[in-house]
């Protein structure tokens, strides 16, 4: 096992951030960093599950009232005089000066598992409001970040060199990463349920994850409106076109997905003019009926990439609008590379459109119980093969977005909700507001496997889940004849799951989300001062177009 000081040598090759590059007797001025130390160290050890930290203050436990005053005191005053103080330089002395092995044991062990914990809360503390612009309170740290993120999207200037994907200084992103943090994790005992406002992500090699800071209307507060559009409505079994088997003895193949209703709708300025014209109807719909809209979601795929760009930019300067996020088909760059499924957003700031892309992270594997449910024999044969969706899953990162005070959202594609590696454990760090999973899926009911999974990440970190399919996917899912409101949405929170059905001849839905103020708690016993912002669903609203058009 490495020792302590060789895992901080590792983790600051250059040093503290002082003159002499092997000195690592001083405590580095920036927060994030000794975050990344500590929690690593901690992490390796695992020494945040033994008894000592189980809270039991009154019998040998270190969570006690002192503990969290000691904290708290060393906090403020490390964002007052924007340098350390003297406990953290006590307990960053501890750790430099430790040649114990990390392990939970050892005769060292308690003392420097006493000074990493301490060190960490400390650090956390000094970073309260880090990632978010929040007026009235003067956080130096988190300005300074703020100010950072800006000048970045302004000029490409890295006043912090690894933004967007870490705060970090000194600590390289090839070691660890650290971004802000939403939600704190209110089951379970890990890392995750130590800090309030940093998260410690994996080395980039890994997955590299983003947060975007430069927020749109961030003084805009109120209930949240969602406008969902299942689009494409209608989709023929021959939008699966099968590809080349794999191997030459195996049982499965590849498989593309052909975006034929936009075809239907004409040449791709047609689909931009169209599709715009008819989502700014529904918006005006959804206004006229409730009230004005702040996003909107369309499912997995339902547009090619160009195409969605030219939208997103056409509906920038609506009225209270301040997100929009599809499914897109990106097609192959360079030689033997495949097409990409990719999550588009735009976020809306002011005049200026902040877009990114994020490809999907596991192909899907359609068997056969799939073909016979979405009655795909004749596209996919032989049916009892195993067909695998032809895209590139190279270059994995996640994406995080500040869209109001203290709420960010991140987007996953389908597949990326089942599976745990790369991403969820990034997503489970940061804990996102908000949660989109966008799908090519059948009737969203809790039951099935959208609503299994969006239970676990409601539970822990404890986002809000939102899952959207097309229309034409549950159409394609539904028995011969049968003749019911169709679930294309589902909507997972604190208070329980709602499937959201869309109504014969309706084409959008649009949902009322309550946001309020929670109180979140670390595992040493700290209250974020009710900071925590959770969503949750208060009504939902059926949308019509008053004259669809025919494709529809």
Not at 246 to 266: C, N
Not at 480 to 489: H, K
């Amino acid at each position: 096992m490495p020792t302590v000081q060789e895992v901080i040598r590792r983790l600051l090759p250059a040093g503290t951030g002082f003159a002499d590059e092997d000195d690592l007797s001083r405590c580095p001025v920036w927060p994030p960093d000794v975050f990344a130390v500590t929690a690593s160290l901690i992490e390796l050890s695992g020494c945040y599950a033994l008894s000592r930290y189980g809270g039991r203050a009154g019998s040998g436990g270190l969570f006690g009232k002192a503990y969290r005053k000691r904290v708290r005191d060393g906090a403020k005053e490390w964002r007052r005089n924007i340098r350390p103080p003297p406990l953290a330089r006590e307990c960053w002395d501890t750790l430099a000066k430790s040649n114990e092995a990390i392990s939970t044991g050892g005769p060292g062990a308690e003392t420097w598992h006493d000074a990493a914990i301490q060190l960490l809360a400390m650090a956390d503390e000094a970073c309260a409001g880090i990632g978010f612009s929040l007026s009235g309170h003067s956080y130096p740290f988190a300005d300074f970040a703020l100010r950072a993120h800006r000048e970045y999207l302004a000029t490409g200037a890295r006043p912090l060199p690894h933004i967007p994907s870490s705060l970090c200084v000194l600590v390289p992103s090839s070691e660890a990463s650290v971004l802000p943090k939403t939600r704190t994790a209110q089951v379970g005992c890990t890392l995750r349920t130590m800090s309030h406002h940093l998260a410690l992500l994996p080395p980039q090699s890994h997955v590299v994850a983003r947060w975007h800071m430069s927020v749109s209307r961030e003084k805009q507060t109120g209930d949240l409106r969602l406008l969902l559009v299942p689009y494409p409505f209608h989709m023929l079994a021959s939008a699966f076109v099968a590809g080349k088997r794999i191997g030459d003895e195996s049982s499965s193949a590849h498989f593309t997905i052909k975006q034929e209703w936009l075809r239907r709708i004409g040449s791709n300025a047609r689909v931009v003019s169209q599709l715009t014209t008819f989502i700014r109807v529904l918006i005006q719909e959804a206004r006229r009926k409730v009230g004005p809209v702040n996003g909107i979601v369309l499912p997995e795929g339902c547009l090619d990439e160009a195409s969605a760009s030219k939208i997103a930019r056409r509906l920038a300067g609506t009225p209270h609008l301040e997100f929009f996020i599809a499914g897109v088909s990106s097609p192959p760059k360079g030689a033997h590379r495949a097409p990409r499924n990719r999550a588009y957003a735009s976020l809306y700031f002011k005049e200026n459109v902040l877009e990114w892309w994020q490809s999907k992270h596991h192909r899907w594997c359609v068997d056969a119980s799939q073909i016979r449910r979405y009655d795909l024999s004749d596209a996919l044969d032989p049916p009892e093969w195993r067909w695998w969706e032809d895209i590139d899953i190279s270059d994995r990162q996640v994406n995080f977005y500040v869209f109001r005070p203290g709420a960010s959202i991140a987007v996953l594609v389908c597949e990326d909700l089942a599976r745990v590696d790369p991403v969820q454990p990034v997503v489970r760090a940061v804990g996102p507001t908000l949660l989109v999973s966008l799908l090519l899926d059948g009737a969203q009911e809790e039951r099935r496997w959208p609503g299994r999974y969006a239970t676990v990440l409601a539970d822990d970190p404890g986002c809000a889940v939102l899952t959207l399919t097309s229309l034409g996917m549950v159409r394609r899912s539904m028995r011969p004849g049968e003749s019911r409101a169709m679930p294309v949405a589902l909507w997972k929170d604190s208070t329980g799951a709602t499937e959201l059905a869309l109504p014969q001849g309706s084409h959008g839905l649009l949902l009322t989300l309550k946001t309020s103020d929670e109180e979140n708690w670390t595992l040493d016993g700290r209250s974020d001062g009710e900071t925590t912002v959770s969503l949750t669903l208060v009504k939902k609203d059926e949308i019509t177009h008053p004259e669809p058009p025919s494709w529809v």
